[in-house]
């Protein structure tokens, strides 16, 4: 079991930055993969970056390479998605996600959930 917290949404205007951050705790010293997802009004959840907890591979989505930054700390206790350059579009719902063994590409990879934080950005 894994439990996970998300923190750090708030409402910004475009071309600001935030830090998300995913508190993890449970099973920690298994070898989950952390996810960020998104999800905004009207659309489907889609995954924007997943680190690989045990060696800190990243992966990253095209919609957000090179503007978003997946992170963890060195107790591997909290996953980071440092948001930057961010536009209107970035609005949404953001839940942070864990699996194990499965895909890190596909929200069907990640059986651990968070309650989501939202972040806003206006123009």
């Known amino acids: 079991q894994v439990q996970l917290v998300e923190s750090g949404g708030g409402s910004v205007q475009a071309g600001g930055s935030l830090r998300l951050s995913c508190a993890v705790s449970g099973d920690t010293y298994r070898r989950y993969y952390i996810g960020w997802f998104r999800q905004a009004p009207g659309k489907e959840r889609e995954r924007v970056a997943t680190i690989y907890r045990g060696s800190g591979l990243t992966l990253y989505s095209g919609s957000v390479k090179g503007q978003f930054t997946i992170s963890q700390d060195n107790a591997k206790t909290t996953v980071y998605l440092q948001m930057n350059s961010l536009k209107p579009e970035d609005t949404a719902m953001y839940y942070c996600?864990?699996?194990?063994?499965?895909?890190?590409?596909?929200?069907?990879?990640?059986?651990?959930w968070g309650q989501g934080t939202q972040v806003t950005v206006s123009s």
């Open positions: 996600a864990a699996g194990e063994g499965g895909s890190m590409y596909r929200e069907s990879g990640f059986g651990y």
